[in-house]
């Protein structure tokens, strides 16, 4: 397997450019009278974007347009370069070639093909707190719901026609979002957009109409629309099936005494009520961490595992190494502590194998360690730590303890904390406790832990636990707060409910082949129904890694000279993208333009702050606005390795997991 590069590369950094802009550079030329290689067709109104297409399921090569298939079924999903388009006897036929190199594989009817202008495809959101998604034939009905002022009572009654099955005609209601949440890790699929428009709702919200393909490794060859189903009731058999694993994250350091004996006291109390009852469907584990000392040496442990998932087996083992868990007797060397050392260690050394419902309580009195944190041992910002929670299926709860020795500490921590805990359609679970007061903090671990024990009762009951929205307080008193977040809490419980149904009992997307469908909830556009993301390759994330670490360096080089960061990356991008007369233009003068990030990015319906950077935003930051960039920029270059080093995470397209061209649908988030 390729190790992902730390440095740039201006070789890697070209096919980046290849990746991203749809082109790939044509190979060094030894001798001058050499032919050009071939190239694929450009997209019409670009100068640089290459026509790719996605393999519906089935499709077989020909040898000439209009020929009988002959040669294997390619793989669903493909993506496919296109050489040529011609008439043919079945209408029109492409050429095609799975990279721009001018190696072509044969021909496919454009019938079972999908033009896919971006890599941009979209996911189904867990439907926790929200309604089913519906799709329609055309935007037009789409976008005059989204704007009537009774668009909830509208698509609910178009939601129940369709579940039902009878659909009018005039509704324009072609298919209807499964009944269970599909999990893209388990059974794989794309709905690429294909076409976009502005949305705008009467409650002021706007929104995205967005036409899709969808498609599935499961499907069958031929476009069918779905069939809607009515929504499901559990069965009591594969829901006493259900597990939870809830890991603890706590603070050892010397503070933090009172508060870690008060966890131990709770997982023992919960593990001695449950065990009789469910064995070892409800699981505990414990992580602890520390920081550094005064003179920056480490205090023992970035972080431990006292206590696995596994070890809940015995329960005599497992209350012993709770028991190991102490805290120091040693003084911090200031009052911030690396807490995501605790929580990626609760992430990535925990068995979570066997464990559908996946819970971290972080317990803690200081602010995190940041990326930018000499002393930081993740290098990682509450966005991406999220976000490989997320990869993982784990929601993150911080109980954060406002003791008077950090107050100035306090305003920061809430906000990472806030960050670190948000969860999708949801919200943050975030328990602050005023004071550090030890009973308030046992009163708020005790209300968690039981309501996952009580969800896992209902799930031996063969029930999902019903779930009130929490009530909007309005950032009310203390209790309101603590009333509103532990509802967001028995929603999250809820949404892995349902996620693990959507596994066990098997769901498929909507086969159809292309649909208009909203990216918001039609009742609560508050709250969104997909999820987008970009389909990318173990290779286009490496490079990726390497055209970031580029902008990194040009800003270090230029840290004394800050006018003269746009004029390195001009020189980069020239070396890199073999053109130098395109990005060394007076004109060129956003990160876009520069040629680092193409005509790729260009006409998408989401767009990043980072590209849309101009030289004269970067002149006129201070120097803390612009570190604080380019330590954005590096903490998006540790996720992307901890991705890339996650194999789970890949999805094979060719049978080849772990080759360069599997892919990830990488949040939009996280990219840059």
């Known amino acids: 397997m390729r190790a992902l590069r730390r440095r ?20 060094a030329q030894s001798q001058p009278a050499a032919p050009a290689a071939r190239q694929p067709l450009l997209m019409e109104g670009t100068t640089s974007l290459q026509q790719r297409i996605l393999t519906r399921p089935g499709v077989r090569l020909a040898k000439a347009p209009g020929d009988d298939p002959s040669g294997a079924e390619l793989p669903p999903l493909s993506v496919m370069f296109v050489y040529a388009r011609v008439p043919s006897r079945n209408g029109v036929a492409l050429e095609i070639g799975p990279a721009a190199d001018g190696r072509t594989l044969g021909w496919i009817p454009a019938a079972q093909a999908i033009d896919w202008k971006q890599t941009l495809v979209v996911a189904f959101t867990n439907p926790v707190n929200r309604d089913r998604a519906l799709f329609f034939d055309d935007s037009a009905p789409l976008l005059a719901l989204m704007e009537d002022p009774a668009a909830a009572t509208k698509a609910a009654a178009l939601r129940q026609a369709a579940e039902s099955g009878s659909p009018s005609a005039d509704s324009h209601v072609t298919s209807i979002e499964p009944p269970r949440w599909i999990d893209p890790a388990k059974t794989f699929y794309l709905l690429p957009i294909l076409n976009w428009t502005n949305g705008y709702f009467a409650s002021g919200f706007s929104g995205l109409a967005l036409q899709v393909a969808a498609t599935s490794l499961q499907e069958q060859p031929g476009p069918a629309p779905a069939t809607p189903t009515a929504p499901q009731q559990p069965d009591q058999g594969v829901m006493a099936g259900y597990t939870a694993g809830v890991v603890f994250v706590v603070d050892t350091t010397i503070s933090m005494d009172p508060y870690v004996e008060r966890t131990r006291d709770t997982i023992r109390a919960l593990v001695d009520k449950l065990w009789a009852r469910r064995g070892d469907a409800l699981r505990f584990g414990l992580v602890g961490f520390r920081d550094v000392l005064k003179d920056g040496t480490p205090d023992e442990y970035a972080s431990r595992v006292f206590a696995d998932l596994p070890d809940h087996v015995d329960k005599t083992q497992f209350l012993r190494r709770l028991d190991a868990a102490a805290a120091s007797r040693r003084d911090n060397l200031d009052f911030r502590e690396d807490s995501f050392a605790g929580v990626k260690a609760a992430l990535d050394e925990i068995d979570w194998s066997g464990v559908s419902g996946r819970f971290v309580v972080l317990v803690t009195d200081a602010g995190p360690r940041r990326a930018a944190d000499r002393y930081s041992s993740t290098h990682l910002d509450p966005d991406q730590l999220r976000i490989l929670a997320q990869s993982k299926g784990a929601a993150l709860i911080t109980i954060h303890l406002k003791t008077a020795a950090g107050k100035d500490d306090h305003a920061s921590a809430e906000e990472a904390y806030r960050a670190l805990s948000d969860y999708p359609n949801v919200g943050s679970l975030y328990f602050p406790i005023q004071d550090g007061d030890v009973r308030a903090f046992g009163a708020v671990i005790d209300r968690v832990s039981g309501i996952i024990a009580t969800q896992m009762e209902d799930a031996a009951k063969g029930q999902v636990t019903a779930a009130e929205p929490p009530a909007e307080t309005g950032g009310g008193d203390d209790a309101s707060a603590d009333t509103e977040a532990f509802a967001r809490a028995g929603l999250v419980g809820r949404a892995m409910q349902l996620a693990y149904l959507g596994r066990t009992e098997g769901s498929v997307p909507p086969r159809l082949f292309s649909a208009w469908v909203t990216d918001r909830d039609l009742a609560d556009p508050s709250r969104r129904t997909l999820d987008v993301r970009v389909l990318i390759t173990k290779n286009q994330l490496s490079d990726l890694q390497s055209t970031l670490k580029t902008i990194i360096d040009a800003g270090e080089v230029t840290r004394i000279a800050p006018a003269d960061f746009f004029g390195q990356l001009r020189s980069a991008a020239a070396t890199m993208a073999r053109r130098p007369e395109g990005v060394a233009l007076a004109e060129g003068r956003r990160l876009t333009d520069l040629g680092l990030i193409g005509e790729y990015l260009d006409g998408l319906p989401y767009r990043s702050r980072i590209m849309e950077l101009t030289e004269d935003d ?23 390795q901890q991705i890339y080093d996650n194999a789970d995470l890949w999805i094979s397209l060719d049978g080849n997991r772990t080759g360069g061209d599997a892919v990830y649908p990488i949040p939009l988030d996280a990219l840059p």
Do not use: E, M, N
């Open 618 to 640: 970067w002149l006129s930051w201070s120097f803390g606005q612009q570190r604080q960039f380019l330590d954005d920029l590096d903490a998006k270059v540790t996720l992307y």
């Open 8 to 27: 740039p590369r201006l070789a890697a950094a070209a096919l980046l450019l290849a990746l991203l802009a749809g082109i790939l550079p044509a190979a």
